[in-house]
């Protein structure tokens, strides 16, 4: 696959790993790295959680697609937000400007990982369990996705290797 002036985006649940493994991505490859949850917090001067509490999820969601649709980079690896593929919007934007990678855990694995649920700015409606948010969001995720990587068992590195290896086939 060529990559030149395409970006990465990692997409998955929260807790997979998505800002850890994009930053050692963009470091392995020489690219840009670009977080689009701290994106949103920089421009707005407050967490997701704050944002979440104070304006809604409505308003959350729409704030994260608009967000995406201004992100103009070229051959950087973007890591975005758990919720983005609410947006088919968001998505086909970030599709047709580079390959949708999906980093993959179990819900098991994911819901011992997500100890700061309160706090996280995680898009859940009220009552909502990370088990249901993951069978809402799992469809998404691989309608979206080109390439999926199982992370179970894997450090940071051998994700980064492996997602390099499905993307240049070497």
């Not at 990692?10 to 470091?27: E, R, Y």
């Not at 859940?124 to 995720?141: A, D, K, N, V």
Request: charged fraction near 25%; aromatic fraction near 6%.
């Amino acid at each position: 696959m060529e990559l030149k002036d395409k970006n990465i985006v990692l997409i998955g649940m929260p807790a997979v790993g998505k800002s850890t493994v994009g930053v050692l991505l963009a470091k392995a490859l020489g690219r840009y790295f670009v977080d689009t949850d701290v994106y949103m917090q920089a421009i707005q001067g407050r967490s997701l959680q704050e944002m979440i509490d104070h304006n809604g999820l409505a308003w959350f969601l729409e704030a994260e697609e608009d967000y995406v649709l201004c992100l103009d980079e070229t051959n950087a690896v973007i890591a975005t937000g758990g919720s983005v593929v609410y947006s088919e919007t968001a998505m086909d934007y970030l599709g047709t400007r580079g390959v949708i990678v999906h980093l993959d855990l179990p819900v098991e694995r994911i819901e011992q990982r997500l100890l700061n649920l309160r706090t996280r700015g995680v898009v859940m409606e009220p009552g909502q369990t990370i088990r249901s948010l993951y069978e809402q969001r799992q469809p998404l995720y691989e309608r979206y996705a080109e390439v999926a990587v199982d992370c179970i068992g894997k450090s940071h590195d051998q994700i980064v290797t492996e997602i390099i290896e499905s993307l240049t086939g070497q």
